[in-house]
């Protein structure tokens, strides 16, 4: 792999930048990189699982997908790219990258994909993050934790977590993904919490000044401008916050999992139920986030979109939920055709469980929180989960997206959208030009 690599380099070397290649230069480029990776599939295909336990011990060690990819980076050099390469690739913006990034997509596309080494990936992937675990006793003690992008409290039983990016109206980038994923983190994890809620902040947008927003989706300025990495965005968004809201969180070995520090027999996850609620619209990533909750509330005047195609992306697991959620016609009209749902729509109710008046959201929101405190609700949940979302079924949809996203994040369309975005001076959120209600 090293040698193919190197060859790779040496073409790639005597082109120009990205940015600045002929159709000659571009089509030189994709035939280094195609042959390379053609090595890259085979090798991989065949010893992927040898890969996988060489990296991780024998799967001993749980490595998340960032330090399973630097880790792959340092045993098998030319497999994926090093820390220098994707130090230097991302600090450009998205159209004048390599792609690096595709090499990596690559190599998770084989291991989700494995039996072997999906499932312990994904494993990796539920247990809780080190800064979760150093601030649990101060939240625990406190019920209260300012993560930047998120605010968590815990009031009557319940962790309320809140987005509260009013720069970019909760558009989704690295940061919040980190926040998001310690403050699920941190409601599983504590004691006192039987049940999550998530809503928007309070913006101070001029037009949304004095309005919840719930998320604008993803952060197509950052996206354009190279801020959005396949392993620390999107898939760790996939297999990190979004995994535990319906799987729950897998605990590190340690004295509170069981009598005596064995591990639970009854069940491997802490689980809890959530809620959502949505004030004025949920676009794009914050629309797929919706298809997780146990519960959703929407304001009457609120929206739903997931405008994939105008983005040029692939729209999260949502293309694996939405068929179930709302069925194959209505699923393609959303992601293909960019349908908007308004929630006074009687089509709102395959988003939403309740529309109420905005006066009335809050309401709502504590009967729900009350609703899902029942003996048998975790049980029921669990059962549910187990039955529409078998575990199997979305490592495989997983392991095809990781690659799918990282060519889609390198496609022309996706590239050719970046003086769009990039001369606007604030953070966009997806589809700007129709995020008003």
């Known amino acids: 792999m090293a040698l193919a690599a190197e060859r790779c380099e040496a073409r790639l070397a005597v082109l120009r930048p990205p940015g ?122 406190t019920g209260r934790a300012d993560l930047g992008s998120v605010r968590i409290e815990r009031t009557d039983g319940a962790a309320r977590l809140t987005m509260v990016r009013e720069d970019c109206l909760n558009a989704e980038d690295p940061r919040q993904v980190e926040d998001m994923e310690t403050a699920v983190d941190l ?49 760790r968004r996939e297999l990190g916050y979004i995994h535990k809201l319906i799987r729950g969180i897998l605990p590190a070995d340690g004295p509170d999992d069981g009598p005596a520090g064995r591990p639970r027999w009854d069940r491997r996850t802490v689980e809890k139920p959530w809620v959502a609620a949505v004030d004025t619209f949920a676009i794009g990533g914050g629309a797929q986030l919706l298809l997780v909750f146990d519960h959703v509330i929407a304001a009457a005047d609120a929206f739903f979109s997931v405008p994939a195609a105008q983005e040029g992306i692939v729209p999260g697991a949502a293309n694996f939920r939405l068929g179930r959620a709302m069925g194959a016609r209505q699923s393609r009209s959303l992601v293909l055709g960019g349908r908007r749902i308004r929630a006074a729509e009687p089509d709102a109710r395959l988003f939403a469980d309740e529309v109420v008046e905005p006066a009335e959201v809050d309401a709502a929101v504590e009967r729900a929180l009350r609703a899902l405190r029942g003996p048998a609700v975790l049980t029921n949940r669990r059962m549910l989960n187990l039955a529409e979302e078998p575990q199997d079924a979305f490592r495989l949809y997983m392991a095809e997206f990781a690659l ?31 995020a008003a209600p």
Not at 28 to 47: G, K, P, Q, S, V
Not at 71 to 94: I, R, S, W, Y
Not at 415 to 428: I, M, T
Request: glycine share 8%.
């Open 20 to 141: 600045r290649r002929s159709d000659a230069d571009r089509a030189a480029a994709a035939e280094a990189h195609d042959e390379a990776r053609t090595l890259r599939h085979a090798f991989l295909t065949a010893h992927v699982d040898a890969v996988h336990d060489e990296l991780t011990a024998g799967r001993t060690a749980h490595l998340r997908i960032g330090e399973l990819a630097a880790a792959a980076a340092l045993a098998f050099p030319g497999l994926v790219p090093g820390a220098d390469a994707l130090t230097a690739e991302h600090a450009l913006p998205q159209a004048e990258k390599e792609g690096r990034e595709i090499d990596q997509g690559l190599f998770f596309r084989h291991v989700l994909a494995s039996p072997t080494a999906g499932p312990h990936l994904l494993d990796a992937m539920l247990r809780p993050t080190d800064r979760a675990l150093a601030l649990l006793p101060e939240f625990t003690a």
């Open 187 to 235: 409601a599983l994890l504590d004691p006192g919490t039987e049940v999550g809620l998530l809503r928007g902040g309070v913006m101070s947008h001029p037009r949304y000044a004095g309005r919840r927003v719930f998320s604008a989706g993803i952060n197509l300025k950052a996206l354009h401008g190279g801020g959005i990495p396949l392993v620390d965005f999107l898939l």
């Open 404 to 434: 799918q996203q990282a060519l889609r994040l390198f496609g022309e369309d996706v590239l050719a959208k970046v003086g769009r975005f990039s001369a606007r001076s604030a953070p966009q959120p997806s589809n700007p030009e129709t």
